[in-house]
């Protein structure tokens, strides 16, 4: 801690300049910083963020052993294919980390992501096979398991206590030598998709700590955020939330922004910036480079899916890709509530009304709304159970992007974690494990109750799961999805007192206001249309001007205000602090009406024709059991054709046209469909060719419509009506 102060201070000499824009503040730290800081750290130790010197040194141990194992395989393989014994035994080999190990800000107990880097002469298919079977002979191995039909391939396994997945490059070098340089564009000649892939992950990686005026400052930092992420639900790439490398790239803007703070400061100012940045204006490090490589990069100009982004944040290695592929409407709007919320809270930290820990509260999620969507996956087998849940937990996206398609639902809101079935689910359904989508309905005027048919939006979904599920051959019987609508005081059917236990009502920023986190329009508050990858800088310089407004006058209130509180009462009342920043103008979102009621119907009606399932697949029972007094439309759902398809997001160009958005692309990797430490990168590739693929795949173009469903609105008069 001492040694960040120090460092830090040291630093506050003339410096080079980071980012694409001019620092909002070049202030140095002062005595106060240091002592908030301090009280983070200790704050966040109860949570297991740091591993002591021991924990350390092992990892270290742990590479330096499979590095050798990778250079023993690649020598043993050359010899095999008839290498010149000379050439065999100089042609090297490498392991490379990247991730949060490399980043500096693994937590206690956390996997290492790494890539084994071979010379051309080695095969994917000799990672695979040979390499697979070295592992296999290795006694300090266990749990040892290969994914080839992944996004990124990978071996996962688990070395003396250490959890790694490797993921494999061949280059088109002869040699890979000890002090090999990833970071050169040149690496990328000739290699497949594949390779650039797994090369990708170290490159963004090191180029993030290269774009950071204080990595010190900057690890610190990012454990904090990812920290306060997990404790409130947001962390999750899989599920539309933020991954790693998203959060480490806007700690790292954060830091460009304000590159001689310190921790204390860099994580107020966080929440600063990004609960007033104005999405879908893309975050970026450094300007994006040309290549004469002709790889796939993120831009709007050239690929149409990439105006669908609503949240860009662009990796600074090329090709450069948008991290977020996945956020939908309603997770960038979950996200930007709890910046929000975070700002008012290290506020309030900073000028000395409360501590750390409060930041670091989790989110009462089971409290904060009326309606819920339960969920739930089960297997007859341990086996069958693991397999099945990755690829459920993979497509959840897809569900939460057909809900807040409907006209009626303003947010879903998916909990990351899982949760057991109780023992009577287990009894029924084998191994059973569920989650939690959180909905807030719309207001209908003059209308007290709301019948919303969501057979379709459900279905959709299931019958998604079970055709991918099919088509890998993963498909297994007793494998079954089902989902019910529950409210709030039904939830401990389902889970146990204390998950559902009540804490103190937090006050929250209203998100029905939140015109910024649910903004259907792909234009800025100027109205400029958001088409260029290229064109950023007036409208990021414009944003930060905005926010140093907010700021200037507030940086020596934050350092003194304990100061000035220990002086007079009345001080503390009258000293100005940083206001949540006033929400845009644009689409309000009203939440449902406390005396309104909203009538779900769910029916699901097992896998879609064509999916091969041995034994029974019985509609959900847990509607009859858990949910009363809810009335269920019977036969088949009525479709409206001319409501089709589904609600746009924002259209960059005419009116009447719409681009598939991007809950509405599968993906085809059931292994948590982890991208090498650079979450989303590559997913799209902006290829339309792919687009179009992956899209005619989930039914979206070239197939199926993805339609919505009818609504009935009922008054209280009686009357019906078809929306």
Same mark, same amino acid.
């Not at 410096?15 to 966040?44: F, N, W």
């Given at each position: 801690?001492?040694?960040?102060?120090?460092?830090?201070?040291?630093?506050?000499?003339?410096?080079?300049?980071?980012?694409?824009? $001019?620092?909002?503040?070049?202030? *140095?730290? @002062?005595?106060?910083?240091?002592?908030?800081?301090?009280?983070?750290?200790? /704050?966040? +130790?109860?949570?297991?963020?740091?591993?002591?010197?021991?924990?350390?040194?092992?990892?270290?141990?742990?590479?330096?052993?499979?590095?050798?194992?990778?250079?023993?395989?690649?020598?043993?393989?050359?010899?095999?294919?008839? =290498?010149?014994?000379?050439?065999?035994?100089?042609?090297?080999?490498?392991?490379?980390?990247?991730?949060?190990?490399?980043?500096?800000?693994?937590? +206690?107990?956390?996997?290492?992501?790494?890539?084994?880097?071979?010379?051309?002469?080695?095969?994917?298919?000799?990672?695979?096979? $040979?390499?697979?079977?070295? =592992?296999?002979?290795?006694?300090?191995?266990?749990?040892?398991?290969?994914?080839?039909?992944?996004?990124? *391939?990978?071996?996962?396994?688990?070395?003396?206590?250490?959890?790694?997945?490797?993921?494999?490059?061949?280059?088109?070098?002869?040699?890979?030598?000890?002090?090999?340089?990833?970071?050169?564009?040149?690496?990328?000649?000739?290699?497949?998709?594949?390779?650039?892939?797994?090369?990708?992950?170290?490159?963004?990686?090191?180029?993030?700590?290269?774009?950071?005026?204080?990595?010190?400052?900057?690890?610190?930092?990012? #454990?904090?955020? @990812?920290?306060?992420? +997990?404790?409130?639900?947001?962390?999750?790439?899989?599920?539309?939330?933020?991954?790693?490398?998203?959060?480490?790239?806007?700690?790292? #803007?954060?830091?460009?922004?304000?590159?001689?703070?310190?921790?204390?400061?860099?994580?107020?100012?966080f929440f600063l910036v990004f609960s007033k940045w104005e999405w879908p204006n893309p975050v970026l490090l450094k300007q994006p480079e040309e290549s004469n490589l002709n790889l796939p990069v993120w831009d709007p100009r050239v690929n149409p899916s990439d105006r669908y982004h609503v949240m860009p944040i662009i990796t600074p290695a090329y090709p450069q890709q948008n991290s977020t592929y996945n956020v939908s409407t309603s997770t960038r709007a979950v996200m930007i509530e709890e910046f929000k919320h975070g700002l008012v809270v290290t506020n309030e930290i900073l000028q000395g009304k409360s501590d750390w820990p409060k930041l670091f509260e989790p989110l009462n999620f089971f409290q904060k709304y009326k309606h819920y969507i339960v969920l739930t996956a089960s297997a007859f087998t341990e086996d069958h159970h693991l397999e099945w849940i990755g690829l459920v937990e993979s497509k959840i996206r897809v569900l939460v992007g057909n809900l807040e398609r409907n006209e009626f639902i303003t947010i879903a809101h998916v909990k990351p974690q899982s949760f057991p079935g109780n023992q009577e689910l287990s009894k029924q359904s084998g191994y059973v494990s569920m989650w939690f989508l959180g909905i807030v309905f719309r207001k209908v005027e003059n209308a007290e109750s709301v019948n919303i048919d969501l057979t379709y939006v459900i279905q959709s979904f299931t019958d998604t799961v079970y055709r991918q599920a099919n088509n890998l051959n993963v498909l297994k019987e007793g494998m079954k999805i089902e989902a019910a609508h529950v409210k709030r005081k039904h939830l401990h059917y389902f889970l146990p007192a204390e998950t559902l236990q009540k804490r103190k009502k937090q006050s929250m920023p209203d998100i029905s206001q939140n015109a910024s986190g649910l903004q259907?329009?792909?234009?800025?508050?100027?109205?400029?249309? =958001?088409?260029?990858?290229?064109?950023?800088?007036?409208?990021?310089?414009?944003?930060?001007?905005?926010?140093? @407004?907010?700021?200037?006058?507030? /940086?020596?209130?934050?350092?003194?205000?304990?100061?000035?509180?220990?002086?007079?009462?009345?001080?503390?009342?009258?000293? *100005?602090?940083?206001?949540?920043?006033?929400?845009? @103008?644009?689409?309000?979102?009203?939440?449902?009406?406390?005396?309104?009621?909203?009538?779900?119907?769910?029916?699901?009606?097992?896998?879609?024709?064509?999916c091969t399932i041995p034994g029974p697949n019985a509609v959900s029972q847990l509607r009859a059991h858990f949910v009363q007094g809810q009335h269920e439309l019977s036969g088949t759902p009525i479709m409206d054709f001319k409501n089709a398809a589904p609600k746009r997001p924002y259209s960059p160009t005419s009116k009447g046209s719409h681009s598939p958005t991007s809950e509405e692309y599968p993906k085809k990797t059931v292994d948590g469909e982890k991208l090498t430490g650079q979450d989303s990168a590559f997913k799209d590739g902006g290829n339309l060719e792919d687009v179009r693929r992956r899209a005619t795949e989930n039914g979206v173009l070239g197939g199926k419509s993805m339609l919505i469903p009818i609504i009935n609105t009922t008054r209280s008069q009686g009357f019906k009506k078809n929306v």
């Amino acid at each position: 801690m001492k040694e960040t102060c120090g460092t830090s201070r040291l630093q506050n000499q003339p410096q080079r300049h980071y980012g694409i824009t $001019s620092p909002i503040s070049l202030a *140095p730290p @002062k005595d106060i910083d240091c002592i908030h800081t301090q009280k983070l750290v200790e /704050a966040m +130790k109860p949570f297991g963020v740091f591993e002591d010197e021991d924990e350390l040194n092992h990892r270290l141990v742990v590479l330096g052993k499979l590095n050798n194992l990778v250079k023993e395989w690649i020598l043993e393989l050359g010899e095999s294919k008839n =290498l010149p014994p000379s050439a065999a035994a100089n042609v090297g080999g490498k392991i490379f980390t990247f991730g949060s190990y490399r980043l500096g800000v693994h937590t +206690k107990g956390a996997d290492i992501d790494a890539v084994c880097v071979a010379p051309r002469h080695v095969e994917r298919s000799d990672f695979f096979q $040979s390499f697979f079977e070295k =592992l296999k002979h290795q006694e300090e191995i266990k749990n040892l398991r290969a994914v080839e039909d992944a996004y990124v *391939p990978v071996v996962k396994f688990e070395f003396d206590g250490i959890e790694i997945d490797l993921v494999f490059a061949r280059l088109s070098m002869q040699t890979v030598s000890d002090n090999l340089d990833l970071g050169d564009d040149s690496r990328l000649r000739s290699l497949d998709i594949r390779c650039i892939r797994s090369l990708n992950g170290c490159r963004v990686t090191d180029e993030i700590l290269h774009l950071v005026p204080n990595k010190d400052n900057f690890r610190l930092t990012l #454990r904090a955020i @990812k920290l306060w992420a +997990k404790r409130r639900g947001i962390y999750s790439n899989m599920l539309g939330f933020l991954g790693g490398v998203s959060w480490a790239m806007l700690v790292a #803007r954060t830091c460009q922004l304000y590159p001689n703070a310190l921790a204390s400061t860099l994580v107020n100012k966080f929440f600063l910036v990004f609960s007033k940045w104005e999405w879908p204006n893309p975050v970026l490090l450094k300007q994006p480079e040309e290549s004469n490589l002709n790889l796939p990069v993120w831009d709007p100009r050239v690929n149409p899916s990439d105006r669908y982004h609503v949240m860009p944040i662009i990796t600074p290695a090329y090709p450069q890709q948008n991290s977020t592929y996945n956020v939908s409407t309603s997770t960038r709007a979950v996200m930007i509530e709890e910046f929000k919320h975070g700002l008012v809270v290290t506020n309030e930290i900073l000028q000395g009304k409360s501590d750390w820990p409060k930041l670091f509260e989790p989110l009462n999620f089971f409290q904060k709304y009326k309606h819920y969507i339960v969920l739930t996956a089960s297997a007859f087998t341990e086996d069958h159970h693991l397999e099945w849940i990755g690829l459920v937990e993979s497509k959840i996206r897809v569900l939460v992007g057909n809900l807040e398609r409907n006209e009626f639902i303003t947010i879903a809101h998916v909990k990351p974690q899982s949760f057991p079935g109780n023992q009577e689910l287990s009894k029924q359904s084998g191994y059973v494990s569920m989650w939690f989508l959180g909905i807030v309905f719309r207001k209908v005027e003059n209308a007290e109750s709301v019948n919303i048919d969501l057979t379709y939006v459900i279905q959709s979904f299931t019958d998604t799961v079970y055709r991918q599920a099919n088509n890998l051959n993963v498909l297994k019987e007793g494998m079954k999805i089902e989902a019910a609508h529950v409210k709030r005081k039904h939830l401990h059917y389902f889970l146990p007192a204390e998950t559902l236990q009540k804490r103190k009502k937090q006050s929250m920023p209203d998100i029905s206001q939140n015109a910024s986190g649910l903004q259907c329009k792909r234009t800025s508050s100027d109205g400029s249309c =958001l088409d260029s990858s290229r064109d950023t800088d007036s409208r990021t310089t414009s944003l930060l001007n905005k926010i140093t @407004k907010l700021d200037t006058s507030t /940086a020596e209130i934050e350092r003194n205000a304990v100061y000035q509180r220990s002086n007079s009462a009345n001080n503390r009342e009258k000293a *100005p602090h940083v206001a949540v920043p006033s929400v845009s @103008k644009g689409l309000s979102v009203p939440v449902i009406d406390a005396k309104m009621e909203a009538t779900v119907a769910i029916r699901t009606s097992g896998p879609p024709t064509g999916c091969t399932i041995p034994g029974p697949n019985a509609v959900s029972q847990l509607r009859a059991h858990f949910v009363q007094g809810q009335h269920e439309l019977s036969g088949t759902p009525i479709m409206d054709f001319k409501n089709a398809a589904p609600k746009r997001p924002y259209s960059p160009t005419s009116k009447g046209s719409h681009s598939p958005t991007s809950e509405e692309y599968p993906k085809k990797t059931v292994d948590g469909e982890k991208l090498t430490g650079q979450d989303s990168a590559f997913k799209d590739g902006g290829n339309l060719e792919d687009v179009r693929r992956r899209a005619t795949e989930n039914g979206v173009l070239g197939g199926k419509s993805m339609l919505i469903p009818i609504i009935n609105t009922t008054r209280s008069q009686g009357f019906k009506k078809n929306v």
